[in-house]
């Protein structure tokens, strides 16, 4: 099952849905767009330094750290939960993996192009999205015991070397 589906599934797309105000299959579509983005950005994240490994805290390590620093799989339980999701930690996620603002724009605004939902949308959707596909992954490694393995298994192709 891939990450999109498994999102669905745990219900976090009707659950940005409920509280972005907007049609399911509109999130949907805005999702499929988005998280092949996010998920590469996970793999392989952008932002200034991310590119290092090891004690600079880069590279994919800096990206688990920060996720687990923010509450590791409980990220997904926020975007489903009846409470507002805290955008805020989605937002740190999100300039971990493409390194600005500018760089979300871009990526929404692609998705927009792909999808044909709203740039708008999508810039909301953005910070929640990263927030569950983090928490899912999250508590993949925490199932599987290991970063390389749950990544592998989740997001496709090889094993980020971390």
């Known amino acids: 099952m891939d990450i999109g ?3 669905q599934q745990s219900g976090a797309i009707d659950a940005i ?18 998280l092949p983005s ?8 952008t932002a200034p330094g991310a590119q ?3 004690s600079g805290g880069g590279g994919l390590d800096g990206v688990m750290k920060t996720v687990s620093d923010l509450g590791g799989s409980q990220l997904l339980e926020h975007v489903v939960s009846s ?13 971990q993996i493409f390194g600005s603002k500018v760089g979300s724009r871009e990526v929404a605004a692609q998705a927009s192009d792909k999808s044909g939902v709203e740039q708008d949308v ?8 990263a927030m569950a596909a983090a928490g899912h992954v999250m508590k993949q490694v925490n199932q599987s015991g290991g970063v390389a393995g749950a990544l592998q298994s989740i997001l496709g192709g090889r094993p980020a070397s971390s």
């Open 122 to 129: 999508l810039k909301k959707m953005l910070p929640m999205l």
């Open 38 to 45: 996010i998920v590469a950005g996970m793999k392989n994240p």
């Open 5 to 7: 589906q498994a999102l």
């Open 83 to 95: 409470q507002p999701t805290p955008v805020n930690m989605g937002n740190q996620i999100l300039g």
């Open 17 to 34: 849905s409920r509280e972005l105000g907007v049609d399911p299959q509109k999130v949907e579509a805005g999702a499929n767009a988005l």
């Open 52 to 54: 290092q490994s090891g």
